[in-house]
Every structure is written in C-alpha cells, then in structure tokens.
C-alpha cells in the first residue's frame, strides 16, 4: 500500500524513515525561522502566519503517519529511525502531549528569571514571561484535559497488551507447536497459518486504533496552547 509523501510522489512504507528524515530537515530550517524571529526587536515577517506553517508541518506528518499506520502500526511503535534519547521518551508511538506544557513553563521560567528586573519596572516583554492571569487558567484547564485523555489512551494500551497474550493466541500457538511436531518443521499448515495471520491482524487494528488516538491528541493538545498565546509567545513557544 503506497503513502503519499507531502509533494504528492508515492511513499511506500519502506520509505516511511526517509520521509521522516526530510521532515526533520525541513523542522530544523522552521526551528531557525523561528529563533530569528523570536530575536528580531521589531519582527518583520507575519507572526501568525509562521505559526501556521509550523503547525501544518506538523499536520502534514501526522496526515502521511496516519497512512503508515494503516499499513504497518509496529513500524511506527518500534520506529528504528529514532535515536535511542527518541526511545527513552516515546509514547505511543510519539511525544506525549502533557510533554508540551512542561516546556513550556521550563521556557517561560528560563524567560521570567532572564527579564525579572524589566517585569518588575511593569514593561511588557511580549514573550513566555508574561503570560497573563487568564492564559494560565486556560493552559491549566487544557492541561487538566490532556493528562486525563493520555491516562485514558495509556490504559487502552495496556488493555490490548495483555489481549496479544490472551486465550485465542494461547491456542493457536500451542497448535502451530503440536503441527510442527507431527509433521516436521518444513510443513505447513495453511489453515492454521491462516487462523494466526487474521488473529494477529485484529490485534494490530487494535493498536492502529490507539496510535491514531495518541496522534489526535497530540495535534490537538499543540494546537490548543497555541490557540491561547498571543503570535509572538507562539512563535517563542514552538
């Protein structure tokens, strides 16, 4: 099943990594757009429309995961690409959501103690340092939110754990063992192969399931802090 990469060219699920590589790449040049604006005394360039295209890279991976997802979840869960710091902090599949508003309260903390003396004469720095009264209340909230719906995916999660041990592949297990015992390891059983191929192919829907579910959350857990900062702490934010 080919995926369709972000120029439109067939992306099949072998080419899912150099996909991903090119993502980063183009991440990375959106990282320095966003360092050089966020230094700029008076930003030349359209904030929110910066924004914007950082936010649709992000869609666009998510979009082109999804098909990958489709095609092949273990791919995406076990992610060979990614470095092994990558794995140390993978979530279904990804970041996890909550991760988002611990960055950025380290990076409003960093800028609050950098510009102390200038809040304190009651200048407005227009960065992460100032997040005003209403803005945390809606983050709080948001947080709240996204923490409840991780812990919901991650219990779904260790539901589908524990089916891919449960009684039918107990079974089917034990009869592929006592088929190659009577008949040698070079026979084969289709019917029973078939049995272990449509039962594993359940428990993998299971799972494409819960990594589009994460995915979702993700996406929307950006969007949504986003969507309560002003352009330039978006832009300091991302």
């Known amino acids: 099943m080919a995926l369709m990469s972000e120029n439109g060219t067939a992306l099949d699920r072998e080419n899912f990594e150099e996909f991903y590589i090119r993502w980063k790449e183009k991440q990375k040049l959106h990282l320095h757009d966003l360092i050089t604006t966020a230094t700029e005394p008076s930003p030349s360039s359209s904030l929110a429309g910066l924004v914007d295209r950082v936010l649709s890279h992000y869609k666009e991976y998510y979009r082109v995961e999804s098909k990958c997802i489709k095609t092949d979840v273990l791919l995406i ?17 990804g970041w996890r959501p909550s991760a988002a508003f611990h960055l ?12 102390l003396a200038e809040l304190m004469k009651g200048q407005d720095m ?24 991780e812990r919901e995916i991650s219990e779904e999660v260790a539901k589908r754990q524990k089916r891919v041990a449960d009684q039918e ?59 309560i900062l002003s352009p330039i702490q978006a832009v300091h934010f991302n």
């Open 169 to 227: 592949m107990v079974e089917l297990s034990r009869d592929v063992s006592e088929v190659a015992q009577m008949q040698g390891d070079q026979s084969d059983d289709s019917e029973t192969a078939r049995a272990v191929d449509s039962t594993l192919k359940h428990k993998e829907e299971d799972f494409q399931l819960v990594v589009q579910s994460a995915d979702y959350l993700r996406l929307t857990t950006l969007k949504g802090v986003v969507n």
């Open 104 to 115: 950025l309260y380290s990076k409003s903390g960093l800028q609050l103690e950098a510009k």
């Open 77 to 93: 869960l076990s992610a060979p690409w990614k470095t092994a710091l990558e794995d140390a902090f993978i979530w279904v599949g």
């Open 126 to 149: 227009g960065d992460l340092s100032d997040l005003s009264s209403a803005q945390l209340s809606r983050m709080d909230k948001l947080q709240r939110i996204t923490i409840q719906q």
